[in-house]
T-cell receptor, first 114, second 115 residues
Framework: SQQGEEDPQALSIQEGENATMNCSYK?????LQWYRQNSGRGLVHLIL?????REKHSGRLRVTLDTSKKSSSLLITASRAADTASYFCATDANPYTGGFKTIFGAGTRLFVKA | EAQVTQNPRYLITVTGKKLTVTCSQNMNHEYMSWYRQDPGLGLRQIYYSMNVEVTDKGDVPEGYKVSRKEKRNFPLILESPSPNQTSLYFC??????????????FGPGTRLTVL
């Protein structure tokens, strides 16, 4: 079953605006990662946040993690048309029950209008 | 160049005709994995391998087989493909298993159609 669930499913914004995507998960995790996918292509890693971290920045990306709510958010500031893509969160399964699986959510499709 | 390669990139086949999708990585990664991506469902893990000769099922292993005889290669085998296996398939690798601090590197994808 899918652990990571992103919302919204789709987001359309104007260039220059900020985009926020959320991810929820069900079990305890060691880390949570965000990936980006341009249409039909392979995923590219954006950022990893560990379970003992609350916030992390990388360029225009800001990720937060709330382990008490089992949720994370990805903020893209000052969006550009080139940010148009699908964004996925990924978590690791509990190794005692789920082995060494990686669980991806269904993704958020972001469209940035120029 | 560090990369994950998959072949073929596109494949149209018929029900029941065995096929193999190859995956190779040149980064000396221990962990390799296969995913399928279907509209609205995100990526679902089919099988993964923690090292040579060590493989385990993901969330949707039915109808698939894998092998890991060499560290760099992790082929996906469909012994008797069916139309519900029509999908976009991705191979990925990472230095160590999930739970560490390692990102997964993804191949370009294989678009499979089973008629």
């Amino acid at each position: 079953s899918q652990q990571g669930e992103e919302d919204p499913q789709a987001l359309s914004i104007q260039e220059g605006e900020n985009a926020t995507m959320n991810c929820s998960y069900k079990t305890s995790i060691n880390n949570l990662q965000w990936y980006r996918q341009n249409s039909g292509r392979g995923l590219v890693h954006l950022i990893l946040i560990r379970s003992n971290e609350r916030e992390k920045h990388s360029g225009r990306l800001r990720v937060t993690l709330d382990t008490s709510k089992k949720s994370s958010s990805l903020l893209i500031t000052a969006s550009r048309a080139a940010d148009t893509a699908s964004y996925f969160c990924a978590t690791d399964a509990n190794p005692y029950t789920g082995g060494f699986k990686t669980i991806f959510g269904a993704g958020t499709r972001l469209f940035v209008k120029a | 160049e560090a990369q994950v390669t998959q072949n073929p990139r596109y494949l149209i086949t018929v029900t029941g005709k065995k096929l193999t999708v190859t995956c190779s990585q040149n980064m000396n990664h221990e962990y390799m994995s296969w995913y399928r991506q279907d509209p609205g469902l995100g990526l679902r893990q089919i099988y993964y391998s923690m090292n040579v000769e060590v493989t385990d099922k993901g969330d949707v292993p039915e109808g698939y087989k894998v092998s890991r005889k060499e560290k760099r290669n992790f082929p996906l085998i469909l012994e008797s493909p069916s139309p519900n296996q029509t999908s976009l398939y991705f191979c990925a690798s990472s230095l160590t298993t999930p739970g560490g601090s390692n990102e997964q590197f993804f191949g370009p994808g294989t678009r499979l159609t089973v008629l």
